[in-house]
């Protein structure tokens, strides 16, 4: 029912969008973008999600600001979890497979598969069982009309999911567990106290990298954003092609602006950059002289096996 509930959305959407812009085809990124900068004042780099949300603040033209609200509501991609769903349930509704060990090259952490469950969105309605039985019982345009549909059907996914019988599902998170053991082993000081007290550890970032006072970076702003691009792909020695691989391109950054800022967060973190270079001396010693224990000073062991 949510599949065909958000067919329907997407439809009307589209429909919206055809009637604001003229377009044939408003879902092509390249009439779109030429639709915007047709407008008198307006120009943008990029529509990726990310950039929309800071264009929605920076942009006055109020026609341009429609048309890009109904694209952020339209290109809602979790809503696709549904299909994923589908895809991967057994003939007992169940569905495996959905966790990797050591999926992440570079930490070691797991990675999800499939349906992804460690990238769900949050719940914060407060009547999400009734929209659930909303979604159950009601045809998709009477849904349409008392909800936000993309917004909502994005909240029940986590809904879908559903223990057996006398089981119950205990949800836990590491909070930005990366950038938090690389800064423990490195002993990067300020980075510890900005989880000691605060945790706004991409505000922070980006406040350090571009020189920036802490309040003044907002949670949709452009600063920010880099910030967090910045210590997702960056922290293990990740360089210009992590930013890609982090979206990068999408926010309309240039390989310039990459470049700068590699170059800015490895100044704001020298202890980090000193620990991958002894790591990298420890473990070339440890092959070197493979009878031997080599011990690094933030308590981490290499030895040579096989």
Same mark, same amino acid.
């Given at each position: 029912k949510a599949i065909e509930v958000d067919t329907y959305n997407s439809q009307n959407l589209?429909? $919206?969008l055809r009637e604001l812009t003229g377009l044939d085809n408003p879902n092509s990124l390249t009439q779109l973008r030429q639709w915007i900068h047709s407008q008198p004042g307006v120009e943008v780099k990029s529509l990726a999600k990310e950039a929309i949300e800071i264009l929605l603040k920076e942009i006055e033209n109020e026609r341009v600001? !429609?048309?890009?609200a109904l694209r952020q509501r339209a290109g809602k991609t979790s809503i696709k979890k549904y299909d994923a769903m589908i895809a991967c349930a057994g003939k007992d509704n169940r569905a495996r497979g959905l966790f990797q060990f050591y999926?992440?090259? *570079? +930490?070691?952490?797991?990675?999800?598969?499939?349906? $992804?469950? $460690?990238?769900?969105?949050?719940?914060? @309605? !407060?009547d999400? #069982? #009734?929209? *659930?039985?909303?979604?159950?019982?009601? !045809?998709?345009?009477?849904? #349409? @009309? /008392?909800y936000d549909t993309s917004d909502t059907l994005s909240q029940l996914i986590r809904t879908a999911l559903v223990p057996s019988k006398g089981k119950i599902f205990a949800v836990a998170d590491y909070?930005?567990?990366e950038a938090r053991v690389i800064a423990w082993l490195a002993g990067e000081a300020w980075r510890l106290e900005v989880f000691a007290t605060h945790g706004k550890i991409y505000e922070a970032s980006a406040s350090r990298m571009f %020189?920036?006072?802490? !309040?003044? /970076?907002?949670?949709?702003?452009?600063? *920010?954003?880099?910030?967090?691009? =910045?210590e997702l792909a960056l922290g293990y020695q990740g360089s210009v092609g992590a930013l890609k691989t982090m979206g990068g391109e999408k926010m309309g950054l240039s390989e310039s602006d990459m470049e700068q800022i590699v170059e800015r967060w490895r100044s704001a973190n020298p202890a980090i950059c000193k620990l991958w270079k002894g790591y990298n001396n420890a =473990?070339? #010693?440890?092959?070197?002289?493979? %009878? %031997? +224990? /080599?011990?690094? =000073?933030?308590?981490?062991s290499f030895t040579f096996d096989g």
């Open positions: 589209n429909a $919206q600001r !429609e048309v890009l999926g992440a090259g *570079r +930490t070691g952490r797991w990675a999800g598969r499939l349906i $992804q469950l $460690q990238n769900l969105p949050r719940n914060y @309605m !407060e999400l #069982d #009734d929209a *659930r039985e909303s979604l159950k019982t009601f !045809e998709p345009e009477t849904f #349409d @009309m /008392i909070s930005a567990i %020189n920036v006072p802490l !309040e003044q /970076i907002g949670k949709g702003s452009d600063l *920010r954003q880099k910030g967090k691009v =910045a =473990a070339l #010693d440890a092959v070197r002289y493979p %009878n %031997n +224990t /080599i011990k690094h =000073a933030s308590g981490v």
